[in-house]
């Protein structure tokens, strides 16, 4: 029973910035990984290469194939002044138009025109809401990121000396991201090939990440926020699989938004607003491999969820606090936090 309405504040926690992992572990699987069991609270170490002790053969990995676009565009506005564009995603598929985050927008008009540093240039249109602009490129858009393009690493990772791969899973595919699904960026192909020996199978869905990796929670309360939509698509393989599985495993927040939205919806693919948040019954996943999250962030709040769907407890409280007990944990152990950081494994 829910004893109050839960508040934004009550999603936060102390995090020194001396834990916010600036480059990637090297080799990926060389990550740390801390297992915390739902139902009893226990916590273990481990490595992330030695994360099938906790898989058995017939578990299914669920893993967001959608590849990061190079899509932080710099360039010099119409008198000389500098702009950037962060490209999100196409407004809808027979529109030319992207939807971004533009810096300054109050400086830019509709109709303005940024020059980006390869003498491509890009028009900044009308205000499409929460932010964002429509812009339209001067050529294929994909052609001009991968010209003009850097890798949209978060504004928390100030060190851009990474390869721009290290910010890609190793099974990414169909372009399309803001921002990586970084929950699979501690896998390698040789552990993905020791998990598929043991029996452990792999499937791919894809959710293109957007707008709201970049976004707050709103409001006072939980409830007064909501999630930007994302286009997501599951393939039939990937379907039957999930029948067949002994039990699915998500690998992210994404993954798990496109398996719940798909049994919400009953449908293979389309446009996922779930905002997944205390108390929820999850209708597919059993299991999910994440990294550590933002305080007050929607990420935060849909781990503690899954947290709670594990225990026998009602309480979103009990939850919560089990869930950021592990995360003192991990700051104790001195573990890396967010995008490039070290794992979780709730089971």
């Known amino acids: 029973m829910i004893s109050r309405r839960l508040r934004v504040d009550d999603f936060d926690y102390d995090l020194p910035e001396s834990a916010i992992a600036q480059t990637p572990a090297e080799p990926r699987d060389s990550s740390r990984l801390l297992v915390l069991e ?10 992330f290469r030695d994360i099938g002790r906790w898989l058995d053969a017939g578990d299914l990995l669920v893993v967001n194939d959608s590849r990061v676009i190079s899509a932080r565009l710099r360039g010099r506005r119409a008198g000389g002044g500098a702009a950037e564009i962060l490209v999100l995603r196409p ?7 992207w939807e971004a985050l533009v810096r300054p927008s109050r400086r ?8 980006l540093a390869s003498g491509d240039r890009v028009e900044v249109g009308e205000r499409l809401g929460d932010g964002t602009r429509a812009v339209r490129f001067d050529g ?15 504004p928390y990772i100030r060190d851009r000396s990474s390869p721009a791969e290290r910010y ?6 169909p372009p399309g991201s803001a921002a990586a699904p970084t929950a699979g960026l501690h896998f390698t192909a040789d552990l993905l090939g020791s998990l598929e020996a043991q029996g452990v199978r792999r499937a791919p869905v894809t959710l293109h ?3 709201d990796t970049f976004r707050p929670l709103e409001g006072e309360y939980i409830d007064e926020h909501h999630i930007h939509r994302e286009w997501y698509e599951i393939p039939p393989a990937t379907r039957s699989a999930i029948g067949e599985a002994r039990r699915v495993v998500a690998v992210g927040t994404t993954a798990v938004r496109v398996l719940e939205t798909a049994a919400r919806d009953n449908a293979a693919s389309g446009w996922s607003d ?22 007050r962030s929607s990420l935060l709040l849909l781990v503690t969820a899954f947290v709670q769907d ?16 592990a995360y003192r944990v991990a700051l104790d152990a001195g573990y890396r936090f967010f995008s490039f950081g070290d794992a979780m494994l709730i089971v």
């Open 274 to 295: 779930l905002y997944i948040t205390p108390p929820y019954r999850f209708a597919t996943v059993g299991g999910l491999v994440t990294n550590f999250h933002l305080p």
């Open 108 to 115: 830019l008009a509709a109709g303005a025109t940024v020059v």
């Open 38 to 47: 739902r139902a009893t609270g226990a916590v273990e170490h481990a490595r």
């Open 140 to 154: 294929d858009p994909h052609e001009v990121m991968a010209r003009a393009g850097e890798m949209p690493l978060p």
């Open 168 to 173: 890609q899973t190793v099974y990414a595919r």
């Open 209 to 211: 990440v957007g707008l």
């Open 310 to 325: 594990g225990m026998p407890e009602a309480d979103p409280f009990v939850a919560r606090d089990r869930l950021l007990h």
């Open 91 to 97: 407004v809808d598929d027979a529109s030319a138009a």
